[in-house]
């Protein structure tokens, strides 16, 4: 992780900032891959599955909608019950200068069956860095806190005790018409819960990573 995203970074910095984009909306579907991991990385599960991506950009606003399901099979160690995963992932930008934006907005990922895994839902709140890498190419580089996050199993996390960090790219065809989307999210937050005893860690961490194709208006 540390790796890939120096490497992002050094990318985005030898690249000319990207210049704000006109007004588009875009939608298409997407195929989602995932690791989620609780308490310790002996609780481990991977999966697939499908999702759907919409994009919109109107003037120095812009905002991006994800929705994915991925059935989480159990990767060895203690983990024995498969579960699905519904995730709804939204982010609203404002564009601020050079290649950054201010970023708000929420995750809600829901557990199937209930408690197999935490269900969580949370604000978030960060910036995102954006630069061309060439005719219809753009990459992008976000992340951020993710504030008040509230767990279907209980616990409490500190006030920066949870981030998300996100890497996403496109790639334009058809004259701009139709576009190839990836994106990959990672989540990591430290929670704790008590149990009458005194406190625990009970951290969660998941890496999501979506490819898709989008039509554009």
Not at 35 to 58: F, V
Not at 89 to 106: C, I, K, N, T
Not at 113 to 121: D, I, K, L, R, T
Not at 154 to 179: E, F, M, N, P, Y
Request: hydrophobic fraction near 40%; charge should be neutral.
């Amino acid at each position: 992780m540390r790796t890939l995203t120096l490497f992002a970074l050094a990318g985005l910095a030898v690249v000319p900032t990207c210049r704000l984009a006109s007004q588009h909306f875009a939608i298409g579907p997407q195929i989602a891959f995932g690791d989620y991991r609780e308490t310790s990385s002996d609780l481990r599960y991977r999966g697939s599955g499908i999702g759907a991506k919409a994009s919109m950009t109107w003037k120095k606003f812009s905002a991006d909608v994800w929705l994915s399901k991925v059935k989480y099979q159990p990767e060895g160690g203690t983990a024995t019950t498969e579960f699905d995963a519904s995730e709804v992932d939204v982010l609203l930008r404002y564009y601020v200068a050079g290649p950054f934006s201010a970023e708000l907005g929420f995750v809600n990922r829901k557990a199937d069956p209930e408690f197999e895994a935490q269900s969580v839902g949370t604000v978030t709140a960060g910036a995102q860095m954006a630069h061309l890498l060439g005719p219809g190419v753009r990459m992008s580089l976000d992340g951020g806190l993710m504030l008040g996050p509230t767990f279907s199993g209980g616990g409490s996390v500190s006030a920066v005790g949870a981030v998300r960090l996100g890497l996403g790219i496109t790639v334009d065809a058809l004259r701009g018409r139709l576009r190839f989307t990836g994106d990959y999210d990672f989540q990591s937050l430290s929670r704790e819960t008590d149990n009458g005893s005194g406190s625990l860690s009970a951290p969660i961490q998941q890496s999501l990573g979506r490819i898709g194709l989008a039509v554009v208006f």
